[in-house]
Structures are given as structure tokens and as C-alpha cells.
């Protein structure tokens, strides 16, 4: 359906794809620490310099297709194969479902960022680096409250994707122009995959383009501690801290609100943990990890490794002025309206 | 030659009633950054009440008092303009009226008048420049060692990249604008083009047109304050540039950061509740 398309955010599902062949391994060594000496490697004040605008576009899915069995690094030619049917699959010029498909996909096509049409440098086969097989843990069984959440949910999804949602309330969060990519985890989309840091003594800033909200991290020192937020103050984007190890930017989150697609998956926000690690690598490059943990979701925590590229700096960040001009949430309900006028619903 | 400009112009000046207001600092060298330039970091927020009024305005019950009471009243309130008054183009003032008697009022149905009617404050949409700065809430300047200066602002989580010493101009219009700035002595300048004609200054329907163009600047004047001043040109709406100034506050309470103002959520039965499925009934 086209409003499917339209508004196809979240995790790539698992892609169907032959078998590939060859069987060379290339392990990847993440580096860990930011080269010494180097003019972009330290600000002024003496912390790892992060400053710029990112970019965490790939075609990488997040969890490792079964089609790639158990392996997680790909050589050059099966990189290749991997990066070409994602892109077919991520691409919206297939032409294989008809004319109405075909006009749908062009639409979404328009707004592809063509770095998310390449898997990373590294060759991997999921973003997801822990558990070894690349797939996010299975789930424990959910409480009575859970599964009466969920089942809210997709039924509010099933109205919306039927074009007949009662109300505002049947939308996302993406949707409603609440928060997007502007919450952590950071994972690719469709466009808009861009990051600008800003950094000043005692505090690093991330500046998604999606929604436009400043992320602002107070970096804890030896007798500098910044304490979270009381528990009774909860927030769309979490509460963050951050401190330095070594030369890697950990950055731990809490204080989510509990509103539904607020934390990942339809996690616990009382239990949810995520910590991210952000590492300069070199001039043009970041590694961007975060590790997941919910004994009241998952089996086990989990972690996810994401390469950031520097953009040219001349390729600006603009505003992404979402609910200022969101004329999407009065089509789709006054059509939901004119649907059950015309009797078109069930 | 020298003493007779001068005179000329305390003259001027002092025929101005705001100027007198203005607060004075004494001398004051600021902490720098490692550039050499004033460190503008910190949390700030101003206390005038401009944001219900520029211009001189009495306390108000507000729109609705038979259910908001006291809660929905506006404070009094002094001018922030130099001379007092907003220079509007007497066309232009017409249109000031009109959008004070139509600032509560709301209807995204029809694309072509999705930004016609209300204060787009009430709408949750972000403030624009200068009003960003004069909101009931507070900002953090984030300024470090790269070209670039972020200002946060609580309300509606809006943000502005200051582009320093940047020369490329306003690629399209944004609610808060194109700002590229320069350091003239201890003051931090922003030249800002490319805002959205649909923002406004304040709650009295003070407004503007696609071809605003604000200079504001900022100059630390104390370790707990900075000076804003801000240039507003305008002439399709008004008959020259005015000027506002107030002090902005160096908020100090321990643990004190920026919290969310994320109000889309405040606003949803107000622009969409009457297309939902019970409303239809």
C-alpha cells in the first residue's frame, strides 16, 4: 500500500537472497582508539575531537539475513552480490508489481539517500555485532500488560494501514511528528541520515537532521558527575549522560517516557537500558555502537555496530521542519472519514 | 570635528525613551575560548515578557478566563523596542489586528490555508528568530572549536547552526531561519535571512514578511549575562529598521539543563481532534 511506502521507517525486515558462494573471511579488527597527534584527533580543551556532520547511511540490514548463514564477513566478491540484491530489494526502480506499485516506489525513490544503497566498508553481513549470529536475541515472554499493549497497537497499525485511523492517536510517533531518528539507537532509513556534533568543554551535542532536537550530553569527569534526572521526569528522548573511556564517548540513557515507540521494539522503559559508544577512527570516519539491554524483552542484551562517515562540508544540513508542515495527518484522517461516508469500511 | 559628532550623537539617542532603560554594565572582559573569542556557553533565558507583547502591554485575562481563570492571563508588561513602538506600514498594521482576533483559531483541512489562521506558537510550530530568544524558556549556546555555533532551545526542541564566517546565503526559507555570523570585538553577530514568513514576533500578532532580515547580537557583559540586541528590517511591512534589546540571564541553579518542550502532542486535539472518528459521529 502506498501509505506503507510512505512512511517506511524502522528496522529493514530480513531480505530474501540466494545463497552466496566463496567462502573467505575477512575479520574486522574495530579500532578502538583515535590516532595521536593528528590536528582533527583533540579539541582545544583535550577530549577526542567529534565535531562535523555524519552520516550512518547503509544498506546493511541490522540483523543477518538467513541466507547468509553464520557467516558475518563477506569477501570482496560476495560483498558485491550482498550490496546488489539489497539494493534491489531497497530500491524502488524494480518494475516487478505492477503500474500502481511502480508509481508508489518512484515517489519513495525520490527521497533515497544513495549511501543507503551500500553496505559498510567492512563487509559485514548485519549491523548487529553481538550475539555472534547477527540476529536481535529471541524474546522472554512478555507480562499480561505487555501483550494488551502490543495487541493495542496492532490494531491501531491494522486501521492505519487500512486507511481508516479513528484518530491521531492511531498514528506513530514517527508519524506524528513526536520524535524519528532524533532517538537513540541511531539506524539507517531511507534519507535523512545525517548527525552533526557539536562539542564544548563539558559536553557533546548531537544534532540529528531528523527531527531537529539538539541531543545534549553532559560528560561526567572524576568529581564531575552530572546525576540523571529524577525518576519522576521523563523525556521523548531519554535523559543522557556521557564520560569518556578512554578515547571513546560512552553515552548512557534513561528517564524514557513510557509512551508506546518510545524505547526500541516495545521495550520496558523502566528496565531499558542503551549504552553507545561513539569512536573517532580517522579524518573521515566514526564508529557508532550501542548496546541494548531489557531482561523484560530480550534473553540477552545485544550490540549493534554502525560506520559514520564525514560529509562534505559544503553538503549542508537544513531543517526538518516535521510537524510545521505535516499536512499528512489531516489527509489521511479526513480520507479515513470519507471512506466510511462512502461506506468503504468494514 | 570629533566632539561634534559625538554630541550629535548623544542627542539622538537620548531622544529615544529606550535607551535609557538600557541596563548598564560596567566594563567586563569575558572568559575566552581557545580561539581568542568570548566563551558564550551556558544556559540562558530572558526575563521580559515580550513574548505576549513587544510593546508596552497591561496584564490581561487571556482568551478563555471563565475556564483558565488566572491561569490563562498574561503578565504586564514594558516595551523592548528602542522608540517603543514597531514602525508597521499602515496597511500592515491592519493586518497586526487581524491576527490578534484570529490567534486561537486553528484549521489545517485545506493545503493552500494550512498556515493562514493562529499563532503558530499555539501551534507548537518553532518560533523563529527573534522570538526563539524572547520565548518564557530557556537555551543553551553550544560553542566549541568548530565553525559552527549550535543554539538549543527548549520550546518545541527548535535549533539554529550558527554558520560562522559563511558565505553561501539562504538555500530556501526555514522557521528558524539562515544564520551566519562574525565576531565584531567581544560581540557575537548573526545576520539571519531566509524565515518563514509564518512566524511571528509575539502573541499580539506582531508579524513580518518573507523579507525579514534580523542582525542580532550578542555581547557578554557580565559572567551572568549576555546583552541581546536585534535589527529587524522588513519593508514590505514596515517604514524602517527598529531595534529590541534586553539582558539574557545566565541560568545558575545547580543541575540545571535544558529539558524537553516537545508540545506537538498539546496540540493534536486542537489541529486534528475534528477529523477523528468519534468527532464524525
Redesign the interface.
Given at each position: 500500500m502506498k501509505r506503507q511506502l510512505l512512511v517506511s521507517f524502522g528496522i529493514l525486515a530480513a531480505v530474501s537472497m540466494a545463497p552466496l558462494a566463496g567462502q573467505a573471511q575477512k575479520k574486522v579488527a574495530a579500532k578502538t582508539s583515535a590516532p595521536k597527534n593528528v590536528p582533527y584527533a583533540r579539541?582545544?580543551?583535550g577530549d577526542p575531537?567529534l565535531?562535523?556532520v555524519w552520516n550512518d547511511a547503509t544498506s546493511t540490514p541490522l540483523q543477518r539475513p538467513n541466507a547468509v548463514g553464520a557467516k558475518d564477513v563477506l569477501s570482496d566478491d560476495e560483498a558485491a552480490e550482498f550490496q546488489d540484491q539489497l539494493k534491489n530489494n531497497l530500491s524502488r526502480d524494480r518494475r516487478d508489481g505492477g503500474a500502481e506499485a511502480d508509481v508508489n516506489r518512484a515517489y519513495n525513490e525520490h527521497w533515497m539517500d544513495s549511501r543507503r544503497l551500500k553496505i559498510t566498508s567492512d563487509h559485514r553481513t548485519s549491523l548487529i555485532v553481538d550475539p555472534p549470529d547477527g540476529r536481535i536475541p529471541p524474546l522472554v515472554p512478555l507480562s499480561p500488560e505487555r501483550q494488551k499493549a502490543a495487541a493495542l497497537r496492532a490494531a491501531a497499525n491494522t486501521r492505519f494501514n487500512a486507511g481508516l485511523p479513528?484518530?491521531?492517536r492511531d498514528f506513530t510517533l514517527p508519524v506524528?511528528?513526536?520524535?524519528r531518528t532524533d532517538s537513540p539507537p541511531y539506524l539507517p532509513i531511507i534519507y535523512n541520515n545525517d548527525f552533526?556534533i557539536?562539542?564544548?568543554?563539558g559536553?557533546v551535542?548531537i544534532?540529528p537532521e531528523m527531527?531537529?532536537?539538539?541531543r545534549?550530553i553532559?560528560i561526567d569527569k572524576p568529581g564531575e558527575k552530572?546525576?540523571h534526572?529524577g525518576k519522576n521526569?521523563r523525556?521523548?528522548?531519554g535523559d543522557s549522560r556521557g564520560h569518556w573511556d578512554g578515547d571513546t564517548l560512552v553515552v548512557e540513557t534513561t528517564n524514557f517516557r513510557p509512551d508506546d515507540g518510545v524505547v526500541f521494539m516495545g521495550a520496558d522503559p523502566e528496565t531499558y537500558r542503551i549504552t553507545e559508544r561513539f569512536t573517532r577512527v580517522d579524518a573521515t570516519s566514526l564508529n557508532y555502537e550501542f548496546t541494548i539491554e531489557d531482561p523484560h524483552t530480550w534473553t540477552r542484551p545485544w550490540t549493534a555496530r554502525i560506520p559514520w562517515s564525514k560529509i562534505d562540508p559544503a553538503e549542508?544540513?537544513?531543517?526538518y521542519?516535521c510537524?510545521?508542515?505535516n499536512?499528512d495527518?489531516?489527509h489521511f484522517?479526513?480520507g479515513?472519514?470519507e471512506r466510511?461516508r462512502k461506506g468503504e469500511a468494514k | 570635528m570629533k566632539i561634534a559628532g559625538c554630541a550629535i550623537a548623544i542627542l539622538l539617542f537620548a531622544a529615544l525613551p529606550g535607551f535609557s532603560q538600557k541596563p548598564a554594565f560596567p566594563p567586563y572582559k569575558p572568559a575566552r575560548m581557545a580561539d581568542g573569542h568570548p566563551d558564550l556557553n551556558g544556559i540562558w533565558q530572558a526575563f521580559v515578557t515580550a513574548n505576549w507583547d513587544l510593546q508596552d502591554h497591561e496584564a490581561s485575562p487571556g482568551p478563555h478566563p471563565e475556564i483558565m481563570g488566572a491561569y490563562g492571563a498574561g503578565p504586564a508588561g514594558q516595551s523592548i523596542i528602542e522608540g517603543g513602538e514597531i514602525p508597521y506600514k499602515p496597511e500592515a498594521l491592519a493586518k497586526k489586528k487581524q491576527n490578534f482576533e484570529q490567534r486561537m483559531m486553528a484549521d489545517v483541512s485545506v493545503d493552500k490555508k494550512f498556515h493562514a489562521l493562529g499563532d503558530p506558537e499555539m501551534k507548537c510550530y518553532m518560533p523563529g528568530v527573534p522570538r526563539a530568544t524572547y520565548m518564557p524558556f530557556p537555551f543553551r549556546i553550544v560553542q566549541g572549536s568548530s565553525p559552527y555555533i549550535l543554539i538549543a532551545y527548549e520550546f518545541a526542541s527548535a535549533v539554529r547552526n550558527i554558520r560562522m564566517d559563511y558565505k553561501v546565503e539562504a538555500p530556501t526559507n526555514a522557521w528558524m531561519g539562515w544564520s551566519r555570523g562574525r565576531w565584531e570585538g567581544d560581540t557575537l553577530v548573526v545576520d539571519v535571512t531566509g524565515i518563514r514568513e509564518e512566524t511571528w514576533f509575539d502573541r499580539a500578532g506582531d508579524y513580518h514578511s518573507d523579507a525579514l532580515h534580523v542582525v542580532e547580537r550578542y555581547t557578554p557583559v557580565s559572567p551572568y549575562h549576555l546583552m541581546y540586541e536585534a535589527t529587524i528590517e522588513d519593508p514590505k511591512v514596515f517604514t524602517r529598521p527598529w531595534k529590541i534589546s534586553f539582558p539574557l540571564y545566565r541560568r545558575m541553579e545547580q543541575n540545571v539543563q535544558l529539558l524537553e518542550f516537545k508540545c506537538v502532542p498539546f496540540t493534536e486535539d486542537l489541529l486534528y481532534g475534528r477529523f477523528s472518528k468519534q468527532a464524525a459521529k
Open positions: 579539541t582545544p580543551w575531537d565535531q562535523g479513528e484518530s491521531y506524528r511528528c513526536i520524535i552533526q557539536f562539542q564544548s568543554p559536553f551535542v544534532n527531527i531537529h532536537s539538539a545534549i553532559p552530572h546525576p534526572l521526569l523525556q521523548w528522548l549542508q544540513m537544513y531543517e521542519a510537524h510545521e508542515d499536512y495527518m489531516g484522517l479526513i479515513a472519514r466510511e | -
